[in-house]
């Protein structure tokens, strides 16, 4: 990505881009949501998701905007806690490769060992913690109920 070998106000700024940027799922609203300037087309995608506190799986579509068309990229938003993106095939939810590279803030929580956990493990804690606590509500239940049912029988005789 990066600037075009047309373009030299890019490379006197420091390689800033304008980009532009909207969501294409769950919302497809018909103009863009966000224009500003960014070194990479993920870094400006990483602060759209960070200001619009983008949900899980939320899909974006950012645009270069140059004079000579710029290059069109489609990121998925991977974790929201810190924001992570994902490169996809546009209209897609398949992941086409991973993001090139991370921003300082996600690469000092990546952990460090060449296993990856998935995405997914961490959204699934809360849902452990209800079947949990739900068993043991239910245990208790049976036990009071049962103790009070022996305690009437008793009394009644």
């Known amino acids: ?3 075009s ?18 969501r294409t799922w769950p ?5 863009w949501e966000s224009k500003g300037e960014a070194e990479t087309a993920e870094a400006f995608a990483l602060a759209f998701a960070t200001d619009q506190g983008l ?3 939320t899909q974006v579509l950012v645009m270069e905007m140059t004079a000579e068309g710029g290059e069109v990229e489609f990121f998925k938003v991977a974790n929201t806690s810190p924001y ?8 897609t939810t398949g992941v086409a490769e991973p993001a090139p590279a991370t921003t300082p803030a996600t690469a000092a929580n990546a952990p460090s060992s060449e296993v ?7 959204s699934l804690r809360p849902f452990g913690t209800m079947i ?26």
């Open 55 to 57: 949900g899980l799986g």
């Open 116 to 122: 990856e956990e998935p995405i997914a493990v961490p």
């Open 84 to 91: 992570q993106l994902l490169a996809v095939q546009p209209g």
């Open 27 to 31: 919302d497809q609203p018909k103009s």
């Open 132 to 157: 949990f606590y739900m068993a043991k509500v239910g245990i208790i239940a049976v036990v009071v109920i049962g103790s009070l049912g022996m305690l009437i029988k008793y009394l009644r005789a």
């Open 5 to 22: 070998s047309g373009s030299n106000e890019g490379l006197l700024r420091g390689n800033i881009v304008n980009y532009a940027i909207k």
């Open 1 to 3: 990505m990066g600037v």
